[in-house]
């Protein structure tokens, strides 16, 4: 079974600096997906970004960007110009190209952004 | 107009009661699941649906009970609640997996059971 691994349960960044928030994942397949969500106090999950397993590309949306190292099995999301609306939850997560059972998507434990002024 | 809306958005019931939460959504998507956040915030799948046809069941107490009268609509039908069934219960949807795209979540519903 797949295990998404967030190691950091908070993380703290200035508004307007840049912040990393770490994944690694455990899996035997060659083709998934993987994204970060992020939930805000609202508890409304929304989709930050999405990387491929088999584009080498690292995926870019606006401030936000991955550093996906496949052979590692590390997905790490950074943040730049970090705005007070950052604040919130974030969950890296895995998905499997197979279908049925394997297609759930996997969660880590998350990690608390805060933005401080 | 909502693409994945779940009603009710809290619910606050007593131990022994039974209750449902609804779930609709107008994404076309084929699949659908229910997911549970506990209070430290770790999402977990409880239940999937593909075309109303019932593709995962993780290990849920039977007390919950999913029902998919067609493909747009998955509610969950809760019995006998228990205090540790407190939870925020997400339902989602999403095309299948080859296309990418990850889940469309609902808003959430929180369920307090007093």
């Known amino acids: 079974a797949q295990t998404v691994t967030q190691s950091q349960p908070e993380m703290s960044v200035q508004e307007a600096e840049t912040v990393t928030l770490s994944c690694t994942y455990d899996?035997?397949?060659?083709?998934?997906?993987l994204f970060w969500y992020k939930q805000p106090p609202s508890r409304q999950m929304i989709l930050v970004i999405r990387q491929e397993a088999y584009k080498q590309q690292n995926a870019t949306e606006n401030r936000f960007s991955v550093n996906f190292q496949k052979a590692a099995k590390s997905f790490s999301l950074k943040i730049s110009d970090s705005q007070l609306g950052d604040a919130a939850m974030y969950f890296c997560?895995?998905?499997?190209?197979?279908?049925?059972?394997?297609?759930?998507?996997?969660f880590g434990t998350g990690t608390r952004l805060q933005v401080t002024l | 107009d909502t693409a994945v809306s779940q009603t009710p958005k809290y619910l606050v019931t007593q131990m022994g009661n039974d209750k449902s939460i609804k779930c609709e959504q107008n994404l076309g998507h084929d699949t659908m699941y229910w997911y549970k956040q506990d209070s430290k915030k770790f999402l977990k799948i409880m239940f999937s649906y593909n075309n109303k046809e019932l593709i995962i069941n993780e290990t849920v107490p039977n007390r919950f009970s999913p029902k998919s009268p067609d493909k747009a609509h998955l509610n969950l039908h809760i019995n006998s609640l228990e205090l540790g069934d407190s939870a925020v219960y997400f339902c989602a949807s999403s095309p299948p997996a080859r296309m990418s795209y990850g889940y469309t979540f609902g808003s959430g519903t929180r369920l307090t059971v007093v």
């Open positions: 997560a895995y998905r499997s190209l197979r279908t049925g059972t394997a297609s759930k998507l996997t």
């Open positions: 899996t035997s397949e060659s083709d998934y997906y």
